[in-house]
């Protein structure tokens, strides 16, 4: 069983992604607000931690969910976007970085705007390809120690009601199979996730 830490586990995907997780793993979600995990339901292998806290035991994966939305080119929209988008990741990589067993797995989540980007997005999508950078560059620096690391890049997903988009249990299958056997050799890929 594989130890994952889960940034962004309280949140909407996460919702979805983390009990999936659970069937396989033991997960550590990490949260901004301890209200928001206790919300949570509770499970044997389910660890809340606080953003940025220490963690002392071999991690097996990161998945990255955190992040944010926004419309706007303003240079406010470009600080919000990459304090979320970006500067979360690299927080969330430097927490777990020492502690990665060889053969770990890093996932982050970003957006299909990244390679079909539309107009008014300019902040996001600028800041979701940063991201893509950051773990693309991760694969190749983790390489020599067999740690894989890949984005996922859905388009909008389907939540709250939604009659389009991509169902976020499609993402956590995704997430579920990069972490998994058959993912082993797949790295340094942004891979499209687009509505069936």
Do not use: C
């Amino acid at each position: 069983m594989r130890t994952v830490v889960v940034t962004g586990g309280t949140g909407d995907l996460g919702s979805v992604v983390v009990p999936r997780l659970l069937r396989e793993h033991r997960v550590l979600v990490s949260y901004r607000s301890a209200a928001a995990f206790e919300k949570m339901a509770k499970h044997e292998r389910l660890t809340g931690i606080a953003d940025g806290a220490a963690i002392d035991e071999p991690v097996d994966a990161l998945v990255m969910l955190a992040g944010a939305f926004a419309l706007g080119s303003t240079a406010a929209d470009y600080t919000a976007m990459f304090e979320a988008n970006v500067l979360s990741a690299a927080r969330a990589l430097d927490t777990v970085r020492e502690r990665l067993t060889d053969g770990a797995r890093i996932v982050a989540i970003s957006s299909i705007h990244t390679v079909e980007p539309p107009a008014g997005l300019q902040a996001y999508a600028a800041a979701k390809s940063a991201l893509n950078a950051v773990i693309l560059t991760t694969a190749r620096e983790l390489a020599a120690r067999h740690i894989t690391a890949n984005v996922l890049a859905p388009a909008t997903l389907k939540l709250h009601g939604a009659t389009d988009g991509v169902p976020p249990e499609n993402v956590a299958e995704a997430i579920a199979f990069l972490l998994g056997d058959g993912g082993a050799s797949v790295t340094g890929q942004v891979i499209a996730l687009r509505p069936s």
